[in-house]
């Protein structure tokens, strides 16, 4: 099992040049939980996960990791328990995919460490996990969106870290392979304990794979915790602009939102993703 950390943004306020995205943001992250991040385009979501993961200086307030500033934590050291996983990584051009993903053991190397058989082990445990171990000697910018998306997050696994951030790591996934990721991610969390933090568009797989629930509205925080105390039809209504239905999945037992109206959606297994 992982250590157990306490990641928590105190009065967190973030942004881009004169503009204010996240205004004095309140936020425990529940250690050795899975925890999603939903709300509208442009609220602010990838805004929060990289300003936890220190990518983003805050303006106000502060982000903590067991009860240090985030930000004043050598790079090495904080590396070491919180790795992220970006929107859109961007790989050095001609790396190849174990390359790539062995890149996520540097962290625990040393200016005088040499690789050793447990970076090994980890690379090989991660591109088994993610189903890209026949990848392995191919170039990364030859690959499909999905398979780079699959070999990114091997990357972010490979550095074994008790705290793990992830921004939209189902994109460019078809819905077997998102179903798959997530259960990996799952499967990650029950048996290291390690914690999860992860930005998600589609409501649905959020409330069946979260343990806790954070739901963002113009930056600021709307509503967190259990899925089905979250995810209701005013919280729909106010985050989303959209008129629905939410009822109890016959399946997993979490809440299920069905949309009404004229809405943009699209399907997925048993699921409806607002983009």
């Not at 204010?20 to 709300?39: F, K, N, S, W």
């Not at 929107?87 to 174990?98: C, F, K, L, Y």
């Not at 259960?183 to 568009?201: F, I, Q």
Request: aromatic share 2%; with cysteine.
């Amino acid at each position: 099992m992982t250590a157990t950390h306490i990641l928590a943004a105190e009065q967190l306020s973030v942004g881009y040049g004169e503009r204010t995205v996240i205004e004095e943001l309140d936020l425990v992250v529940p250690p050795g939980r899975i925890t999603a991040i939903v709300g509208a385009n442009a609220c602010g979501k990838s805004t929060l996960l990289r300003s936890m993961s220190r990518l983003l200086a805050p303006r106000g307030g502060r982000v903590l990791l067991d009860g240090k500033a985030v930000h004043r934590l050598p790079a090495k050291e904080l590396a070491r328990t919180l790795g992220l996983l970006p929107q859109s990584p961007i790989a050095p051009e001609g790396i190849t995919v174990a390359d790539l993903v062995g890149r996520g053991r540097h962290p625990h190397q040393g200016v005088f460490t040499r690789w050793r058989p447990e970076d090994d082990a980890a690379v090989a445990a991660a591109l088994e996990a993610t189903q890209t171990a026949e990848l392995a000697d191919r170039a990364v910018d030859e690959l499909s969106g999905g398979q780079r998306q699959r070999v990114w997050i091997a990357m972010a696994l490979a550095q074994q870290t008790d705290v793990l951030l992830l921004d939209e790591p189902t994109t460019f996934l078809d819905v077997s392979h998102q179903i798959e990721v997530l259960d990996l991610l799952t499967d990650l969390n029950r048996a290291r304990g390690t914690t999860v933090v992860m930005v998600l568009h589609d409501l649905n797989l959020a409330a069946r794979y979260a343990d806790h629930l954070v739901a963002l509205a113009a930056g600021r925080l709307h509503a967190a915790g259990d899925p089905a105390e979250v995810l209701t039809e005013e919280c729909v209504r106010t985050v989303f602009g959209l008129d629905s239905r939410v009822v109890v999945d016959p399946t997993s037992g979490r809440p299920l939102m069905l949309p009404i109206g004229r809405h943009r959606m699209r399907a997925t297994t048993g699921a409806l993703s607002l983009r």
